[in-house]
């Protein structure tokens, strides 16, 4: 089993930034892509941000030269640096990672609980 703790979310005004961390815990063999989500009232979950074990990244055109996402792999963390946020940023993030564990050693989907972003105009 993976567990997925997020933290650093909030209430920021218009233009702020946020840094959102997740770190990964539990019976951990491996994990491959790391990746934040997001979901805002009445939408369906989308894509934010995505990194590989190389540290490829992938954005959401919305966000694109606004988020970083970084990640630090002995750790099994994964971060989301939020800049020039905007209102339509508001949404709940989730953290995911893909990996294996010594109970389940097929690879699959974890998530974490999310955490609340809101900008404020």
């Known amino acids: 089993q993976v567990q997925l703790v997020e933290s650093g979310g909030g209430l920021v005004q218009l233009g702020g930034s946020l840094r959102l961390s997740c770190a990964a815990s539990?019976?951990?063999?491996?994990?491959?892509?790391m990746a934040w989500y997001r979901q805002a009232p009445g939408k369906q979950r989308e894509l934010v941000a995505r990194?590989?074990?190389?540290?490829?990244?992938t954005y959401a055109d919305s966000v694109k030269g606004r988020f970083t996402i970084s990640r630090d792999s002995a750790k099994n963390t994964v971060y989301l640096q939020m800049n020039s946020l905007q209102p339509e940023d508001t949404a709940v993030y989730f953290c995911?990672?893909?990996?294996?564990?010594?109970?389940?050693?097929?690879?699959?989907?974890?998530w974490g609980q999310g955490t609340q972003v809101t900008v404020s105009s």
């Open positions: 995911n990672v893909y990996g294996r564990t010594w109970t389940n050693v097929s690879a699959r989907d974890y």
């Open positions: 539990g019976s951990i063999v491996s994990i491959s892509t």
């Open positions: 990194i590989t074990t190389s540290a490829s990244s």
